[in-house]
């Protein structure tokens, strides 16, 4: 009786296994190394011509030390770019909020056989290089473009100089929110589209009007979904430099174009760790605030 059990047992720690044995291999390869090995190289002095000292010095000690956390802590420019950063991801995330949410409840309350073609015009982009798309805008936001001119005469009308919309922060908000506005419909429309209309329905033959049935019944159900694309927006937003470095100008630098040009340019690689450790540390703190935030919700409306 027991060997039957006993088998079907390792059958099953072995199916567990072979199900969650590659994408653990795949974190501890991927994210869990890299991970400790700028944590290590943090802690290590840069070498005379770059990269990273020797672990051992002449006479055979450990050559550690931790000047490059207290240079970020001392220099304020770095933390200054960091809460630059910071700011411009969170304006991203709500940007992207309030341009996904009526896209995404459009695509959701849209008849069926509508839905797969409006799902697929929101991540048609991706099917395009990223530069690519981030160089259009260039010609968008560029001083002869119909746009800019266009602004520039409206301003005028008003006595408003012309103002130049390329390489300016408000240039690199307009990139941010291109790129990563999928990321927040997606997600909000998976929600969105697994509403039952009966709740809805039910709430209009009570008398409730069309904002009390959005604000008491659509939105509450639909926080799962905000709460994830804000984190799919947020965490990459607050890392990337390609969009500042080709929308930015000099004053738009953040702490991803710091990290790159501690790395390739200045090849500091252990000040480069640090800023790399401090990004990964507000990553997951804004991944653990998304969870906590997000969990009294699903317990109350599971």
Not at 173 to 195: D, Q, S, T
Not at 254 to 261: A, D, F, L, R
């Given at each position: 009786m027991n060997k039957p059990v006993s088998k079907s047992a390792?059958?099953?720690?072995?199916?567990?296994?072979?199900?969650s044995g590659p994408p653990l291999f795949y974190l501890l390869l991927f994210f869990a190394i890299p991970s400790l090995i700028m944590v290590f190289a943090s802690v290590r002095y840069a070498g005379d011509y770059g990269g990273l000292a020797p672990v051992f010095d002449e006479a055979g000690k450990l050559n550690l030390t931790l000047e490059n956390f207290q240079r970020?802590?001392?220099?304020?420019?770095?933390?200054?770019?960091?809460?630059?950063s910071l700011m411009y991801a969170v304006i991203t995330t709500c940007c992207c909020?309030?341009?996904?949410?009526?896209?995404?409840?459009?695509?959701?309350?849209?008849?069926?056989?509508?839905?797969d073609l409006l799902i697929l015009l929101v991540i048609l982009p991706f099917w395009s290089n990223f530069l690519i798309r981030v160089y259009a805008w260039?010609?968008?936001?560029?001083?002869?473009?119909?746009?800019?001119?266009a602004v520039n005469y409206v301003l005028g009308l008003v006595g408003i100089e012309p103002v130049r919309l390329l390489f300016t922060a408000f240039s690199v908000i307009v990139g941010l929110v291109y790129v990563h506005l999928p990321f927040m419909v997606l997600p909000l429309y998976a929600n969105l589209?697994?509403?039952?209309?009966?709740?809805?329905?039910?709430?209009?033959?009570?008398?409730?009007?069309?904002?009390?049935?959005?604000?008491r019944i659509t939105f509450p159900l639909s926080l799962p979904g905000v709460y994830a694309g804000a984190a799919l927006v947020f965490i990459p937003a607050l890392g990337i430099f390609a969009v500042s470095d080709i929308l930015g100008g000099t004053g738009s630098d953040m702490i991803g174009n710091v990290i790159k040009q501690q790395f390739l340019e200045t090849r500091d690689w252990?000040?480069?760790?640090?800023?790399?450790?401090?990004?990964?540390?507000?990553?997951?703190?804004?991944?653990?605030?998304?969870?906590?935030v997000a969990r009294p919700r699903r317990e109350t409306h599971g």
């Amino acid at each position: 009786m027991n060997k039957p059990v006993s088998k079907s047992a390792d059958r099953g720690r072995l199916a567990r296994w072979l199900i969650s044995g590659p994408p653990l291999f795949y974190l501890l390869l991927f994210f869990a190394i890299p991970s400790l090995i700028m944590v290590f190289a943090s802690v290590r002095y840069a070498g005379d011509y770059g990269g990273l000292a020797p672990v051992f010095d002449e006479a055979g000690k450990l050559n550690l030390t931790l000047e490059n956390f207290q240079r970020f802590t001392s220099d304020f420019i770095y933390t200054a770019i960091f809460l630059k950063s910071l700011m411009y991801a969170v304006i991203t995330t709500c940007c992207c909020l309030l341009m996904a949410y009526p896209l995404a409840l459009l695509i959701a309350r849209s008849p069926k056989k509508y839905r797969d073609l409006l799902i697929l015009l929101v991540i048609l982009p991706f099917w395009s290089n990223f530069l690519i798309r981030v160089y259009a805008w260039m010609i968008i936001l560029g001083p002869q473009s119909g746009l800019t001119q266009a602004v520039n005469y409206v301003l005028g009308l008003v006595g408003i100089e012309p103002v130049r919309l390329l390489f300016t922060a408000f240039s690199v908000i307009v990139g941010l929110v291109y790129v990563h506005l999928p990321f927040m419909v997606l997600p909000l429309y998976a929600n969105l589209e697994k509403h039952d209309p009966a709740l809805v329905d039910a709430a209009q033959d009570l008398g409730a009007s069309a904002w009390q049935r959005f604000w008491r019944i659509t939105f509450p159900l639909s926080l799962p979904g905000v709460y994830a694309g804000a984190a799919l927006v947020f965490i990459p937003a607050l890392g990337i430099f390609a969009v500042s470095d080709i929308l930015g100008g000099t004053g738009s630098d953040m702490i991803g174009n710091v990290i790159k040009q501690q790395f390739l340019e200045t090849r500091d690689w252990p000040f480069g760790s640090v800023l790399s450790i401090v990004l990964t540390v507000a990553a997951l703190i804004a991944a653990g605030i998304a969870v906590l935030v997000a969990r009294p919700r699903r317990e109350t409306h599971g």
